[in-house]
């Protein structure tokens, strides 16, 4: 796969993105709060959480270290559970849709099992599910050509670069073609260059595939670049500080980045995160 700035150059790309016609909504969040219990006594981990994510939307958790991003986003996938309040997972409980398989979960490390290949560990959660070794090897074909690693099959993960790892965990979690892509800071340990890159990958399987996705940054402009809505978050106790909707199309490329809308967004994030910023 080529590196472009623009990952729309092919029009068949935004005409296979058909866009919910209603705002169904794939998460419900309603007052919900976490305290994790410690021998230093309670930590407010989220507090009083609303927020209601539509399904194709792309959703980012940003906020300073301990707010409590890798905890909602760990509620969502029934990773952990609230204290108080509800969610509600494409219309089901966190749990049901877990057990469904309606979500993927890429994490910041690409956890590939070293002893397997690339097409291999994209099967796991397909033999998991047990699907037919037929369909599994049409998966893993499908989700490894969509990541660009087509050539890679039998590589093993030490063999291939951190983005090539990360774009393997990221096919490994569309093999079985969950609704929802949970991605907890997937590109934050990789440089500059290949983040772009993969940022603009993930751009152009968010509009394949029409997938709703939550993810969790640190960086302003990687959230602006993909968000449709951006979620600022503050913590102690961990809340939500601000829900930004971004006023930008769809299509993007890097160039957008130096545009005054662009720019503009980026400054409302950077005063949402300054405004909730609190030094103990
Ligand atoms: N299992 C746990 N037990 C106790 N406290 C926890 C646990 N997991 C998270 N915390 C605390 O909950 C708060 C929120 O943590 P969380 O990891 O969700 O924040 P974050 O915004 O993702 O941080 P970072 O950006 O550093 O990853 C922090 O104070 C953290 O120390």
Same mark, same amino acid.
């Given at each position: 796969?080529? #590196?472009?700035?623009?990952?729309?150059?092919?029009s068949?790309?935004?005409?296979?993105?058909?866009?919910?016609?209603?705002a169904?909504?794939?998460?419900t969040?309603?007052?919900l709060?976490?305290?994790?219990?410690?021998?230093? *006594?309670?930590?407010?981990a989220?507090?009083?959480?609303?927020?209601?994510?539509?399904?194709?939307?792309?959703v980012?958790?940003?906020?300073?270290? *301990?707010?409590?991003?890798?905890?909602?986003? &760990?509620?969502i996938?029934?990773?952990? &559970?609230?204290?108080?309040g509800?969610?509600?997972?494409d @219309?089901?409980?966190?749990?049901?849709?877990r057990?469904?398989?309606?979500?993927?979960?890429?994490?910041?490390?690409?956890?590939?099992?070293?002893? &397997?290949?690339?097409? =291999?560990?994209?099967?796991?959660?397909?033999?998991?599910f047990?699907l037919?070794k037929e369909?599994?090897?049409?998966?893993?074909?499908k989700?490894?050509?969509?990541?660009?690693l087509?050539?890679?099959?039998?590589k093993?993960?030490?063999?291939?670069?951190?983005g090539m790892?990360?774009?393997? =965990?990221?096919?490994?979690?569309?093999?079985?073609?969950?609704?929802?892509?949970? #991605?907890?800071?997937?590109? *934050?340990?990789?440089?500059e260059?290949? &983040?772009?890159?993969?940022?603009?990958?993930l751009?152009?399987?968010?509009?394949?595939? @029409?997938k709703?996705v939550?993810?969790?940054?640190?960086?302003?402009?990687?959230?602006?670049?993909l968000?449709t809505?951006?979620v600022? #978050?503050s913590?102690?106790? *961990?809340r939500?500080?601000?829900i930004?909707?971004?006023?930008?199309?769809?299509?993007?490329?890097?160039?957008?980045?130096?545009?005054?809308e662009?720019?503009?967004?980026?400054?409302?994030?950077r005063?949402?995160?300054?405004?909730?910023h609190r030094?103990?």
């Amino acid at each position: 796969m080529s #590196m472009t700035a623009d990952v729309f150059e092919k029009s068949d790309v935004l005409a296979e993105f058909n866009p919910p016609q209603s705002a169904r909504k794939m998460i419900t969040i309603e007052d919900l709060s976490l305290v994790f219990e410690t021998n230093d *006594g309670p930590v407010n981990a989220l507090s009083h959480i609303d927020l209601a994510i539509e399904e194709g939307g792309f959703v980012s958790f940003i906020g300073p270290s *301990g707010c409590g991003k890798t905890t909602l986003l &760990r509620v969502i996938a029934d990773l952990e &559970r609230p204290t108080s309040g509800t969610i509600l997972v494409d @219309g089901t409980s966190p749990e049901d849709a877990r057990l469904n398989r309606l979500y993927g979960y890429v994490f910041q490390a690409p956890a590939l099992f070293p002893w &397997r290949t690339i097409a =291999s560990n994209c099967k796991v959660p397909l033999e998991i599910f047990g699907l037919s070794k037929e369909l599994q090897q049409q998966k893993t074909d499908k989700y490894l050509e969509l990541v660009g690693l087509q050539d890679f099959h039998n590589k093993f993960p030490w063999q291939l670069s951190g983005g090539m790892q990360q774009r393997a =965990s990221i096919a490994r979690a569309l093999s079985f073609e969950p609704q929802l892509l949970l #991605m907890d800071e997937p590109f *934050g340990a990789l440089d500059e260059i290949t &983040r772009d890159h993969l940022n603009l990958e993930l751009l152009k399987i968010w509009h394949e595939t @029409g997938k709703t996705v939550v993810f969790v940054t640190h960086s302003i402009p990687e959230a602006v670049l993909l968000s449709t809505h951006i979620v600022v #978050m503050s913590p102690r106790p *961990g809340r939500i500080a601000k829900i930004i909707k971004s006023p930008l199309a769809k299509k993007r490329t890097l160039a957008d980045r130096e545009s005054p809308e662009f720019v503009a967004v980026m400054q409302e994030v950077r005063e949402a995160l300054a405004n909730d910023h609190r030094i103990d």
